[in-house]
Structure formats: C-alpha cells, structure tokens
T-cell receptor, first 111, second 113 residues
Framework: DTGVSQNPRHKITKRGQNVTFRCDPI?????LYWYRQTLGQGPEFLTY????????KSRLLSDRFSAERPKGSFSTLEIQRTEQGDSAMYLC?????????FGPGTRLTVT | RKEVEQDPGPFNVPEGATVAFNCTYS??????FFWYRQDCRKEPKLLMS???SGNEDGRFTAQLNRASQYISLLIRDSKLSDSATYLC??????????????FGTGTQLKVEL
C-alpha cells in the first residue's frame, strides 16, 4: 500500500500524559499537513511542512503541541500534558501539488 | 460567519434518486475548491475538484458560482454505496506553495432501498 500511513490508529491516554503520533506520507510528496477532526465537524488545519521546514502553524496549535519532520520524510505530532479537549481524530495528509491525500488518522481519547 | 457552510442533513433518498448538495464560502479570494467524501470513522477521500466551468465525473457533477460564492454537488442515479458524508472544501494558499484546506461540517447522505 503506497498511501499515507499513520500510527498508532488508536490511543487512549490519561489526562496529563504525553502522546506522540507518527505519519508516513506518500513517498514522492514533499508537502505534509496535520489536521484535527472532532465529532460532527470537518477537519481543521493544524500545521504544514514543506520538506523538513515547518512553514505554517494554526492558532489551534497551542504550545503543548509540537510537530517535526526531521528528514523531510515521516512526521511526528506530540501533545504534552494532554487534556480531555484534545480528544479527536488526528489526520495527516500529504501532497505534491493541490490535491491532498489523507491517512487513516489516529483517534485519541483522553480519559 | 463560518468560512464554509453546508446543510448538515441527513438527506435520506431512495436508490436511483438525484440529490444535490450546496455549500457557500465567505472568502471571495479563495481560488480552488473540492468535494471530499468521508465514510463513518474513516479518513476524507478526494471526490472531485470543482472548476468554474463545472465538471462531471460519471454520476457526479460539481459546479462553482464565484459571484455568489456557492458550490454544488449533484449525484445522479444514487447507489447504496454513495451513503457517506460529503465535505465541501475551500483551498487557501500557504507560505512556500502549500495549501490549507478549510472544510465545511459535511452533509450526510443516506441512500435507502
């Protein structure tokens, strides 16, 4: 399968713990995006990488959130000191030009 | 006002029916537009891009009216497998050539026997 992959697919954590998600984009795609989706809403943009450079961050991305793409290939999204409001589906997408292709997402539940 | 607005539905239609979804967007400078389809608890998948001249892909037709800031999706001869949430998406340019997708809340379609 040459699509976008994300791990883990599900994560349950206790409030206050740190979590890290991984995204592996489609191999020839130089652009990588993170979105967050809560129930009944469309995905919301979090951040964008062009190769290894993080070029844009949404105001939704509080200082507890950090994303990296160290070698311009896979990316990680870390949430520190998780809160119940962080419970959501975290989606990664990659693109070469306009069309973005999404991974299956990581569903985070904070108890 | 939300950047992208859609009727959340649900639209319950019989198999074979024609159904239309509408969407409005607030940023008149928006340049490109898409419809994505999302099945329950799955990721959004690109259904089609929307062009000013209108475009068709099999049973699906998308139209854009820039003057009214209005986007539509028409599904003809609907199938049970068309049951999903349809997301209207507006694209905005980002630094370095990237694109931020702004999604509507989605319109839920249920096709019934």
């Amino acid at each position: 399968d040459t699509g976008v992959s994300q791990n883990p697919r599900h994560k349950i954590t206790k409030r206050g713990q740190n979590v890290t998600f991984r995204c592996d984009p489609i191999s020839e795609h130089n652009r990588l995006y993170w979105y967050r989706q809560t129930l009944g809403q469309g995905p919301e943009f979090l951040t964008y990488f062009q190769n290894e450079a993080q070029l844009e961050k949404s105001r939704l991305l509080s200082d507890r959130f950090s994303a990296e793409r160290p070698k311009g290939s896979f990316s990680t999204l870390e949430i520190q000191r998780t809160e119940q409001g962080d419970s959501a589906m975290y989606l990664c997408a990659s693109s070469f030009e306009y069309e973005q292709y999404f991974g299956p997402g990581t569903r985070l539940t904070v108890t | 006002r939300k950047e992208v607005e859609q009727d959340p539905g649900p639209f319950n239609v019989p198999e074979g029916a024609t159904v239309a979804f509408n969407c409005t967007y607030s940023n008149s400078a928006s340049q490109s537009f898409f419809w994505y389809r999302q099945d329950c608890r799955k990721e959004p998948k690109l259904l089609m891009s929307v062009y000013s001249s209108g475009n068709e892909d099999g049973r699906f037709t998308a139209q854009l009216n820039r003057a009214s800031q209005y986007i539509s999706l028409l599904i003809r001869d609907s199938k049970l497998s068309d049951s999903a949430t349809y997301l209207c998406v507006v694209n905005s340019p980002l630094t370095g050539g990237g694109n931020k997708l702004t999604f509507g809340t989605g319109t839920q379609l249920k096709v019934e026997l």
